[in-house]
């Protein structure tokens, strides 16, 4: 399955950089792509849990979903 989700903090060449490697490193979890114009980040997953547990690295690494809690202060 193929999903985009908006995501918080997006700033910079290197945020994308980070969310494709952290994403990309995730089993079941391939085709990471970052749009910095629309704050967003396409992947394919295989299950709901590859889903959950990517959306879980995004807010460990500082870019939550747009819709849950903002833990940095920018």
Same mark, same amino acid.
């Given at each position: 399955?193929?999903?985009? +989700?908006? #995501?918080?903090?997006?700033? $910079?060449?290197?945020?994308?950089?980070?969310?494709?490697?952290?994403? $990309?490193?995730?089993?079941? #979890?391939? %085709?990471?792509? +970052?749009?910095?114009?629309?704050? $967003?980040?396409?992947?394919?997953?295989?299950?709901?849990?590859?889903?959950?547990?990517?959306?879980? +690295?995004? $807010?460990? #690494?500082?870019?939550?979903? #747009?819709?849950? %809690?903002?833990?940095? %202060?920018?």
């Amino acid at each position: 399955m193929r999903t985009t +989700v908006h #995501i918080q903090n997006l700033r $910079s060449c290197g945020c994308e950089t980070t969310i494709i490697n952290k994403l $990309s490193a995730l089993k079941n #979890i391939s %085709e990471v792509v +970052v749009d910095q114009e629309a704050e $967003s980040v396409t992947f394919n997953f295989h299950t709901k849990h590859d889903f959950e547990r990517a959306k879980d +690295v995004l $807010s460990m #690494i500082g870019y939550p979903i #747009i819709g849950t %809690e903002n833990k940095l %202060e920018i």
